[in-house]
């Protein structure tokens, strides 16, 4: 069955980076519009940023617009998402996403979310 593992969260201070990361497996990576999303208790997901499937498109919430970079890596089956600049209001869990219609499209496939907490 299709896999996504996300990994590379943590606890970073302030003006701190993290890059998560996205493995997938059980699926021809290269089928899969990827994306990146967050929540936090009480609230729903909400989008952060997406790819295409060949990485010649990338989408951002406007919310880390500058700060985050998403980025793929076919040959390894694998999705990143460097965050710099980090600020307390980008604690989440993070969620790597794949889908089958494009970045736009539904979202079928997701992992089971990594923790980001960054401090004041």
């Known amino acids: 069955q299709v896999q996504l593992v996300e990994s590379g969260g943590g606890l970073v201070q302030t003006g701190g980076s993290l890059r998560l990361s996205c493995v997938a497996s059980g699926i021809r990576f290269t089928s899969l519009a990827l994306g990146w999303f967050r929540q936090t208790p009480g609230n729903e997901r909400e989008f952060v940023s997406a790819?295409?499937?060949?990485?010649?498109?990338?989408y951002y919430a406007d919310s880390v617009k500058g700060r985050f970079t998403v980025s793929r890596d076919n040959a390894e089956n694998t999705a990143y998402l460097v965050m710099n600049n980090l600020k307390p209001g980008d604690t989440a869990i993070y969620f790597c996403?794949?889908?089958?219609?494009?970045?736009?499209?539904?979202?079928?496939?997701w992992g089971q979310g990594t923790q980001v907490t960054v401090s004041s």
């Open positions: 790819i295409s499937w060949n990485g010649a498109f990338t």
């Open positions: 996403a794949g889908s089958l219609t494009g970045t736009g499209g539904k979202y079928e496939y």
